[in-house]
Antibody
Framework: QVQLQESGQGLLRPSQTLSLTCTVS??????????WSWIRQRPGKGLEWIGY???????SYNPSLKSRVSISVGTSDNQFSLKLTSVTAADTAVYFC??????????????WGQGILVTVSS | SSELTQDPAVSVALGQTVTITCQGD??????ANWYQQRPGQAPLLVFY???DRHSGIPDRFSGSKSGNTASLTISGAQAEDEADYYC???????????FGSGTKVTVL
């Protein structure tokens, strides 16, 4: 059974770069055909898809964040990361990493990390 | 803005049936996925595809789709079903993933 765990900085100043890592156990990023994804949830709000990295390193990003976001597979085969530049208070959210199994080609997030709260404040 | 539209809130009496909907043009081509999120927890995949309940999900949860509208039905709602429910799918271009705005289900 796959498990995901987010880690990284919990408090940032405006204009800094958010960096998070997702550690995956029970699966191999490069050995599987899943989309490894980041999703966030602002306080009291709904879920927002940020983007994914595919096992072959192909990426796709939410158009609203594309100019600031980068997702990549780590040097180890069980980690992928998120970088979001020039953060503002609007980027304060719980960030989830997730495995997108894309069942029926419809983008299916079948496993989730517990989430990590990132606060942007001066 | 979301390309998938959900009603903000619904309520259901304990043991009764409730249906929540997700509407969007991309659903004429793709299936909806449904997630349950209890307060302070990560979302949990509940239902996906034509008729697929995720592992460990009770059979009181079922799904369907007609045209551009997908539905999740809880038959015999239990107190533990009180949660936010989100749908997701691909967007109309097919390149991106999108979530609905979420429906808060209250069990009375």
């Amino acid at each position: 059974q796959v498990q995901l765990q987010e880690s990284g900085q919990g408090l940032l100043r405006p204009s800094q770069t958010l960096s998070l890592t997702c550690t995956v156990s029970g699966d191999s990023l490069r050995g599987s055909s899943y989309y490894w994804s980041w999703i966030r949830q602002r306080p009291g709000k709904g879920l927002e898809w940020i983007g994914y990295v595919y096992y072959n390193a192909m990426t796709s990003y939410n158009p609203s964040l594309k100019s600031r976001v980068s997702i990549s597979v780590g040097t180890s085969d069980n980690q992928f990361s998120l970088k979001l530049t020039s953060v503002t208070a609007a980027d304060t959210a719980v960030y989830f990493c997730s495995r997108d199994a894309d069942y029926y080609s419809s983008g299916t997030f079948d496993s989730w990390g517990q989430g990590i709260l990132v606060t942007v404040s001066s | 803005s979301s390309e998938l539209t959900q009603d903000p809130a619904v309520s259901v009496a304990l043991g009764q049936t409730v249906t929540i909907t997700c509407q969007g043009d991309s659903l004429t081509k793709y299936h909806a996925n449904w997630y349950q999120q209890r307060p302070g927890q990560a979302p949990l995949l509940v239902f996906y595809g034509k008729n697929d309940r995720h592992s460990g999900i009770p059979d009181r949860f079922s799904g369907s789709k007609s045209g551009n509208t997908a539905s999740l039905t809880i038959s015999g709602a239990q107190a533990e079903d009180e949660a936010d429910y989100y749908c997701s799918s691909r967007d109309t271009s097919g390149y991106y993933r999108v979530f609905g705005s979420g429906t808060k289900v209250t069990v009375l």
